[in-house]
């Protein structure tokens, strides 16, 4: 039973890539079955996938109302609505070095040194397993080369958590890590780069 | 008569087609926007690339924003089942500026939520994300059940004149899939609705299907008559308003195009079946 909080997101979406990807028809009955509190929207949802998104599914004249709104909108107001609604998220470690150094990420990582951007990417999603010391390192380093405060770093380690994924990678992502070791195992360092931040980490814990 | 299977898409394959872009707000990135077509762009690889950009490069972000909720040959690109929801949301006694206004609505969701935690459902199935932004649109503006539409909708009453009866109020008279197949293949057919009908978990759907497909005497939708057997409308009969009856009647019968869209028996004109199915039953 889908109990999460977001159960009818997860079904829908299911219904959705069951039918895009297969052809799987049977998975809306079934999951209508097991969530009867859903199985309207999941019903009405699928009718929607099936008839509308083809040509002639709405009257010519609509759907090109409904550009020529949709293009005024954004024009007017959207753009801005969606760069407003974009600040109210809280930045992320990759964000907030991005956005202070206005460097790309192969820059930042090289400049840092001995990190990858993955390695930053990863400690920006799981700050939690990061040591303590390999934080302030990182942060030192930071202002070091930007004038960046520690501190701010720090903060912005902090409040990071998770985060989309980087359009430049080139494989599926493994599962997540569950430990500042396994961290550094997907971060795509060097050996003598992993050395020397599990050494730091292991100089905190000492 | 051709026998029309609708394309079976590969699966999916988002992170590789994601990883293929050019690093997003590079110029590569800006050109394969403009120059991609619908199906080397998935909206969930673009969904991606926003959720990344948003905050970060403007002009990529705005780039990517105007992609996704752009237009492709006079409709939205992505959008298209968004507007199609949008206007079975809406009676067709009113104007179809309220559906234009409700799928404004949805797409103002649709920027509101794509940058938060909730907006990660974009990147793997956008148009349930899509859905969900448009069934909330409608709730703000209808209440959380619809109480504000049903409300303003008026039932015929029973003794109305006869003869100003809105054609939509009656069955189909003539089940539309017959001009399908042929007709020695009825008996196959009639076979295959019965088991998709008895499948559909949904009751009120199940029964509208049944009715109208399988009774041999389907009622009318709505409206004071009744069916040649003295059948009341489905309205009538189930406490349901002509809007929930026709949402019903849509669902059956994406499910059954569904069944004869992967079925390899027998030879069946899908695409007039869909073309007839996807544009008609608008309230």
Same mark, same amino acid.
């Given at each position: 039973?889908?109990?999460a909080?977001?159960?009818?997101?997860?079904?829908?979406?299911?219904?959705?890539? #069951?039918?895009?990807?297969?052809?799987?028809?049977?998975?809306?009955d079934?999951?209508?079955?097991e969530?009867?509190e859903?199985?309207?929207?999941?019903?009405?949802?699928f009718s929607g996938?099936?008839?509308?998104?083809?040509?002639g599914?709405?009257p010519?004249e609509?759907?090109?109302?409904?550009?020529?709104?949709?293009?005024?909108?954004?024009?007017e107001?959207?753009?801005?609505?969606?760069?407003?609604?974009a600040?109210?998220?809280?930045?992320t470690f990759?964000?907030?070095?991005?956005?202070?150094?206005?460097?790309?990420?192969?820059?930042?990582?090289?400049?840092?040194?001995d990190?990858?951007?993955?390695?930053?990417?990863q400690?920006?999603r799981?700050?939690?397993?990061?040591?303590?010391?390999?934080?302030?390192e990182?942060?030192?380093?930071?202002?070091?080369?930007?004038?960046?405060? #520690?501190?701010?770093?720090?903060?912005?380690?902090?409040?990071?958590?998770?985060?989309?994924?980087?359009?430049?990678?080139?494989?599926?992502y493994?599962?997540?890590p569950?430990?500042?070791?396994?961290?550094l195992? !997907? !971060?795509?360092?060097?050996? #003598?780069q992993?050395?020397?931040?599990?050494g730091?980490?292991?100089?905190?814990?000492? | 008569?051709?026998?029309?299977?609708?394309?079976?898409?590969?699966p999916? $394959?988002?992170?590789e087609?994601?990883?293929?872009?050019?690093?997003?707000g $590079?110029?590569?990135?800006?050109?394969?926007?403009?120059?991609a $077509?619908?199906q080397?762009?998935?909206?969930?690889?673009?969904?991606?690339?926003?959720?990344q950009?948003?905050?970060? +490069?403007?002009?990529?972000a705005r780039a990517?924003?105007?992609?996704?909720?752009?237009?492709r040959?006079?409709?939205?690109?992505?959008?298209?089942?968004?507007?199609?929801?949008?206007?079975?949301?809406v009676?067709?006694?009113?104007h179809?500026q309220?559906?234009?206004?409700l799928f404004?609505?949805a797409?103002?969701?649709?920027i509101?939520?794509?940058p938060t935690?909730r907006g990660?459902?974009?990147?793997?199935?956008?148009? $349930?994300?899509c859905y969900?932004?448009?069934? +909330?649109?409608?709730?703000?503006r209808?209440?959380?059940r619809?109480?504000?539409?049903e409300s303003?909708?008026?039932?015929p009453?029973?003794?109305e004149d006869?003869?100003?009866?809105?054609?939509?109020?009656?069955?189909?008279?003539?089940?539309?899939?017959?001009?399908?197949?042929?007709?020695?293949k009825?008996?196959?057919?009639?076979?295959l609705v019965?088991?998709?009908?008895?499948?559909v978990?949904?009751?009120?759907?199940?029964?509208?299907?049944?009715d109208q497909?399988?009774?041999?005497?389907?009622?009318?939708?709505?409206?004071?008559?009744?069916?040649?057997?003295g059948?009341?409308?489905?309205?009538?009969?189930?406490?349901?308003?002509?809007?929930?009856?026709?949402?019903?009647?849509?669902?059956?019968?994406?499910?059954?195009?569904?069944?004869?869209?992967?079925?390899?028996?027998?030879?069946?004109?899908?695409?007039?079946?869909?073309t007839?199915?996807?544009?008609s039953?608008?309230?």
């Amino acid at each position: 039973m889908a109990t999460a909080a977001h159960s009818l997101d997860e079904l829908l979406a299911q219904t959705e890539r #069951a039918w895009l990807d297969r052809r799987d028809a049977g998975t809306v009955d079934r999951l209508a079955a097991e969530h009867p509190e859903h199985a309207e929207e999941l019903y009405a949802f699928f009718s929607g996938l099936v008839f509308g998104d083809v040509e002639g599914a709405v009257p010519g004249e609509l759907a090109q109302e409904a550009v020529e709104r949709t293009r005024a909108w954004l024009d007017e107001e959207g753009f801005e609505r969606a760069r407003e609604a974009a600040r109210q998220v809280p930045p992320t470690f990759v964000r907030f070095l991005q956005r202070r150094t206005r460097q790309d990420p192969e820059t930042i990582a090289r400049r840092i040194s001995d990190v990858s951007w993955e390695f930053l990417a990863q400690v920006s999603r799981h700050p939690a397993l990061v040591p303590r010391r390999v934080r302030e390192e990182l942060a030192s380093r930071i202002a070091r080369h930007w004038s960046i405060p #520690a501190a701010e770093s720090l903060r912005a380690m902090a409040s990071s958590g998770p985060v989309p994924r980087a359009a430049s990678r080139r494989r599926p992502y493994p599962p997540p890590p569950s430990t500042f070791e396994e961290l550094l195992a !997907s !971060s795509s360092l060097t050996a #003598a780069q992993r050395s020397l931040w599990a050494g730091l980490a292991a100089s905190a814990r000492a | 008569m051709s026998k029309t299977h609708p394309d079976v898409a590969s699966p999916p $394959s988002f992170d590789e087609v994601f990883a293929a872009l050019p690093p997003v707000g $590079s110029p590569e990135y800006l050109e394969r926007l403009r120059t991609a $077509s619908t199906q080397e762009l998935p909206p969930e690889v673009l969904a991606r690339a926003y959720r990344q950009l948003a905050g970060e +490069d403007d002009e990529a972000a705005r780039a990517t924003l105007a992609r996704l909720l752009g237009e492709r040959k006079g409709r939205p690109e992505y959008l298209g089942t968004v507007l199609w929801h949008a206007t079975r949301r809406v009676p067709r006694h009113q104007h179809w500026q309220e559906a234009l206004d409700l799928f404004q609505d949805a797409v103002a969701l649709v920027i509101e939520v794509l940058p938060t935690e909730r907006g990660r459902y974009a990147e793997r199935a956008w148009r $349930s994300f899509c859905y969900q932004r448009l069934i +909330d649109a409608w709730r703000r503006r209808q209440g959380r059940r619809g109480e504000r539409a049903e409300s303003r909708r008026v039932e015929p009453a029973a003794d109305e004149d006869a003869e100003a009866l809105d054609p939509l109020d009656l069955a189909e008279d003539l089940p539309p899939w017959h001009a399908a197949v042929r007709p020695d293949k009825l008996p196959w057919l009639e076979e295959l609705v019965g088991r998709v009908v008895a499948g559909v978990a949904d009751p009120f759907v199940r029964a509208v299907a049944e009715d109208q497909w399988l009774s041999g005497d389907p009622s009318p939708i709505s409206g004071a008559r009744t069916s040649a057997g003295g059948r009341k409308p489905l309205t009538r009969r189930y406490g349901k308003s002509r809007f929930q009856v026709y949402r019903a009647l849509n669902a059956a019968r994406a499910r059954l195009f569904a069944a004869l869209a992967t079925q390899n028996e027998v030879e069946v004109d899908l695409e007039a079946l869909r073309t007839k199915w996807s544009a008609s039953a608008l309230e």
